[in-house]
């Protein structure tokens, strides 16, 4: 395999390789981290502390019961179970309807679906404000059905599901599936949804962990689109909540950035448990079937 360094020059200059490579982890890794420290480590200061012109690295005095503080004045719990009803809601619709739209398209080839598959990957090159007016549109008077769908779950849940990037995913682990293994089944006489329910969703836990993963993550960091869909405040999820009380209400600075540790640790721990499953899930739709 060709590199842009031969490993050659590498063996020769192995020093200068490896303090490279390390000085550009170090980097790359406090880049990533020292943010997060900022935030947790700042919940843990004083408000004083915090307006302090010289900021400290390390708090003066640890104030853990903020964590305690903004759980109960912020009203935390509603928000995040909120957050967490949308974004279980969602991951459900989005293995559902996704899951037999990308079958569909790869193994029940419909006419004009190569025409439906490009049409959805085109949507991949518009830049994602560009349809926020069109979708709130929709979503505020559904064409056809003349329903406002403002203030509640499907406002969320009916965006999520049309996500191309994740039934292009699907679909590209669907086709390096066997055919032969689909018509073994149906000589058996498995139907189609049977086809799907006891050869294909086996076979493909790895990809369906990773669009899990993607659904759950996109829904519960998205704030813009329920800023603008979940105006009522009993509705919000939790990143909207954090924004219109640090706005709206007194709520010391070391009490809003315990609330954003709050909602920023379901995500991190996810993300640390089955951070090989994206990987090898992603990879293993390039993988010749």
């Not at 502390?49 to 719990?77: H, K, V």
């Not at 085109?122 to 404000?129: N, Q, R």
């Amino acid at each position: 395999m060709r590199t842009l360094i031969s490993e050659t020059e590498i063996r020769r200059h192995r020093a200068l390789y490896l303090a490279v490579l390390g000085a550009v982890t170090i980097a790359f890794t406090l880049a990533f981290l020292f943010p997060v420290y900022w935030m947790v480590t700042g919940a843990l200061k004083s408000p004083v502390e915090l307006a302090q012109p010289t900021p400290t690295l390390i708090p003066e005095r640890f104030r853990p019961e903020s964590y305690a503080d903004a759980w109960n004045r912020m009203d935390i719990a509603r928000y995040f179970g909120n957050t967490v009803f949308y974004a279980f809601g969602g991951w459900l619709f989005v293995l559902v309807l996704d899951v037999a739209v990308a079958y569909a398209l790869s193994k029940l080839r419909p006419v004009l679906g190569n025409v439906i598959l490009g049409g959805m990957l085109a949507s991949l090159m518009l830049p994602a404000s560009a349809l926020l007016i069109p979708a709130y549109l929709t979503v505020a008077d559904v064409p056809l059905l003349g329903v406002n769908l403002l203030n509640t779950p499907w406002a969320l849940w009916l965006p999520a599901v049309a996500n191309a990037f994740n039934i292009y995913v699907l679909k590209r682990f669907f086709d390096q599936i066997p055919n032969d293994l689909l018509d073994a089944a149906a000589i058996d006489g498995a139907g189609r949804l049977r086809v799907l329910w006891s050869v294909v969703l086996p076979l493909s836990r790895p990809v369906l962990g990773v669009v899990s993963i993607f659904a759950i993550i996109g829904i519960w960091k998205d704030f813009l689109w329920p800023l603008l869909v979940l105006p009522e405040p009993a509705a919000q999820t939790l990143s909207v909540a954090l924004s219109r009380l640090s706005l709206t209400s007194q709520v010391p600075l070391n009490m809003m950035l315990a609330g954003l540790v709050i909602a920023s640790i379901p995500m991190i721990v996810i993300f640390l448990i089955f951070q090989r499953s994206i990987i090898g899930g992603l990879s293993a739709g390039a993988m010749k079937g």
